[in-house]
T-cell receptor, first 112, second 114 residues
Framework: LAKTTQPISMDSYEGQEVNITCSHN???????ITWYQQFPSQGPRFIIQ???TKVTNEVASLFIPADRKSSTLSLPRVSLSDTAVYYC?????????????FGSGTQLTVLP | ETGVTQTPRHLVMGMTNKKSLKCEQH?????MYWYKQSAKKPLELMFV???????ENNSVPSRFSPECPNSSHLFLHLHTLQPEDSALYLC?????????????FGPGTRLLVL
């Protein structure tokens, strides 16, 4: 399983764009990059997933450079309710049920 | 709402009690998971079931006993727990088989062992 490295914490202000970068130097050919969001005392919630280049949905964008050794989750115009822990996971998403390895994540705090 | 429900949401039990946690998914998935999340620690995978068969047991103590009677339901039976077992227990499900393995989590059961 590819190991990921993320900043432990980040602060931002309401209305700003937040970019959280994750390093995954040992990513394998079949691995996808997935981001989850977790609020206190709740289960993680899937945000976005990608393989290469850029993926965008109604919540966030995911930027993946050509070498795929890192990825950046971009949250446009954050609000106080975006305060949460954000996890970057790397792994093959196709096939039999598999283990997700969660790291410590990034605690994002959005300030008024 | 993710389509995965867990009951109870909170549980307090003594070390000699026996209790069960229940998870139900309404997504038509075939794989289900139990995770443990202790305070200020990453999620730890405990068990994986794929098409009702247990495929992974991450060296979990025998005082935790999983049961998967069908693809929609998953139980975690608890007995003679220790205070250090106090944590948030999360259930998740995914498509299973050869499909997309994105996991969808329930809200968790907050367990306190006295």
């Amino acid at each position: 399983l590819a190991k990921t490295t993320q900043p432990i914490s980040m602060d931002s202000y309401e209305g700003q764009e937040v970019n959280i970068t994750c390093s995954h130097n040992n990513i394998a050919t079949n691995d996808y990059i997935t981001w989850y969001q977790q609020f206190p005392s709740q289960g993680p919630r899937f945000i976005i997933q990608g393989y290469k280049t850029k993926v965008t949905n109604e919540v966030a964008s995911l930027f993946i450079p050509a070498d795929r050794k890192s990825s950046t989750l971009s949250l446009p115009r954050v609000s106080l309710s975006d305060t949460a822990v954000y996890y970057c996971l790397v792994g093959d998403i196709i096939g039999s049920a598999r283990q997700l390895t969660f790291g410590s994540g990034t605690q994002l705090t959005v300030l008024p | 709402e993710t389509g995965v429900t867990q009951t109870p949401r909170h549980l307090v039990m003594g070390m000699t009690n026996k209790k069960s946690l229940k998870c139900e998914q309404h997504l038509g998935h075939n794989a289900m998971y139990w995770y443990k999340q202790s305070a200020k620690k990453p999620l730890e995978l405990m068990f994986v079931y794929n098409f009702k068969e247990q495929t992974e047991n991450n060296s979990v103590p025998s005082r935790f006993s999983p049961e998967c009677p069908n693809s929609s339901h998953l139980f975690l039976h608890l007995h003679t727990l220790q205070p250090e077992d106090s944590a948030l227990y999360l259930c998740a499900s995914s498509q299973g088989g050869l499909g997309d393995e994105t996991q969808y989590f329930g809200p968790g059961t907050r367990l306190l062992v006295l």
